[in-house]
């Protein structure tokens, strides 16, 4: 199975600073096609997971251009620009390039 | 708009079996895949399978592997996971999420096995 691993655990930012987030995979997600087939997610306080970038640096739908994705074949970023409250939560790197789909253990993000 | 929605909190003793629904609306049920996903504490998310409502074909991992079984009711635009001889660790909240991107979740449905 692919490993992804996020670093770090938890991160604590002021608003209006900016946040990374890091994750790794134990393989390269880069297809053949060109795609990097990994994926965001943002998981607040007793909601469902919701999709915020997939395939590396692809915005989802309704998604604030304050969030960005970028990366190699195995190290991956998200960044948060201009932090805001609605932004605090767990955030989760997935890989959808092979079976078994496979996430982070997540990051969790707090306001200071 | 796109919806997902998961069926009640179960209780459930262990040793038994439970089935979940996930009934979809706002778009062609049979155009997407369906994935199922388990979360815990301590394991974080766990991704159980993934049908496709069209065929019917289905693709588990492998732990999960005579654990759940993935079926659809097309007429109904509705997914189910029956999960069988439930143990503790089972205990978790399960989503569905539309494929192939876990684009759209449902609210999650929380099972507990206990006596």
Redesign the interface.
């Known amino acids: 199975d692919i490993v992804m691993t996020q670093a770090p655990l938890s991160v604590s930012v002021t608003p209006g600073e900016s946040a990374s987030i890091s994750c790794r995979s134990s393989k390269s997600l880069l297809h053949s096609n060109g795609i990097t087939y990994v994926y965001w997610y943002l998981q607040k306080p007793g909601k469902s997971p919701q999709l915020l970038i997939y395939r590396m640096s692809n915005l989802a739908s309704g998604v604030p251009d304050r969030f960005s994705g970028s990366g190699s074949e195995t190290d991956f970023t998200l960044k948060i620009s201009r932090v805001e409250a609605e932004d605090v939560g767990i955030y989760y790197c997935g890989q959808l390039l092979e079976n078994p789909r496979t996430f982070g253990g997540g990051t969790k993000l707090e306001l200071k | 708009q796109v919806q997902l929605q998961q069926s009640g909190a179960e209780l459930v003793k262990p040793g038994t079996s439970v089935k979940l629904s996930c009934k979809a609306s706002g778009y062609t049920f049979t155009s997407n895949h369906m994935?199922w996903i388990k979360q815990t504490t301590g394991q974080?998310?766990?991704?159980i399978g993934?049908i496709n409502p069209g065929s019917g074909g289905t693709?588990y991992?492998?732990?999960f592997k005579g654990k759940a079984t993935l079926t659809v009711d097309k007429s109904s635009s509705t997914a189910f996971m029956q999960l069988s001889s439930l143990t503790p660790e089972d205990s978790a909240v399960y989503?569905c999420?539309r494929g192939?991107?876990?684009?759209?979740?449902?609210?999650?449905v929380m099972v507990t096995v206990s006596s």
Do not use: C, M, R, T
């Open positions: 994935n974080g998310l766990e991704w993934i693709s991992n492998v732990k989503y999420a192939p991107s876990f684009d759209y979740w449902g609210q999650g």
